[in-house]
């Protein structure tokens, strides 16, 4: 199999993706080499994507990044948070989508550096709350009301709001979650999905 990473598992061979290259550029940090590794592989869910790996010699900085490589069209995921069963549905993020919470005026915006994540609904309140506190820290105030709020909410699993996944690549997507909880829509307003079959 020619370019792919082999790997012995158990003395069986296993293809676990295919290398595209690798080269050296400058560490960021201290200068010294850095060498960068790019993997092409199918992940269930995602389809193909690129692993992008970076290490430096000298420092030892690492990095990996997860880069899909498909499109499937804009797409808005709304999911219908009620109670502590509707807060194990699993969200995978996409680098490229916004994460909304209307009813709480939350939002989470994808940065340069996004990368792809996997978590359940208490884990994206929590990367909210985490945020919050951050901001607090750096700014030194008070906690406010609406912090309070989202502290009340991740504890106690308490729902009543919706999780919007708004994805111009349309990567992301719910699974786990009950019938009739999940609607996925083009962002053109056709359905894409019957609510629910996520």
Request: charged residues 35%.
């Amino acid at each position: 199999m020619q370019g792919a990473v082999v790997t012995e598992e158990l003395g069986k061979k296993s293809v676990y993706g295919r290398e595209l290259g690798s080269f050296k550029m400058k560490c960021p940090f201290c200068g010294g080499d850095m060498i960068v590794k790019e993997t092409e592989y199918e992940v269930p869910g995602l389809g193909k994507v690129i692993l992008v790996s970076r290490r430096c010699t000298r420092c030892g900085y690492r990095k990996n990044e997860v880069i899909p490589l498909k499109s499937e069209g804009h797409k808005r995921i709304y999911l219908r948070v009620e109670d502590k069963e509707d807060f194990k549905a699993k969200i995978t993020r996409s680098p490229f989508a916004r994460i909304l919470v209307p009813e709480l005026g939350l939002e989470m915006t994808p940065g340069i550096d996004a990368e792809i994540f996997v978590t359940n609904v208490e884990g994206v309140l929590r990367l909210f709350l985490d945020a919050a506190e951050r901001i607090r820290a750096m700014e030194g105030g008070e906690l406010s009301e609406a912090e309070k709020e989202l502290r009340r909410r991740v504890e106690n699993l308490e729902g009543g709001f919706t999780v919007v996944i708004d994805d111009r690549e349309g990567i992301s997507s719910v699974s786990g979650a009950r019938q009739g909880k999940v609607v996925v829509e083009e962002v053109d307003g056709r359905k894409a999905d019957k609510p629910g079959s996520q």
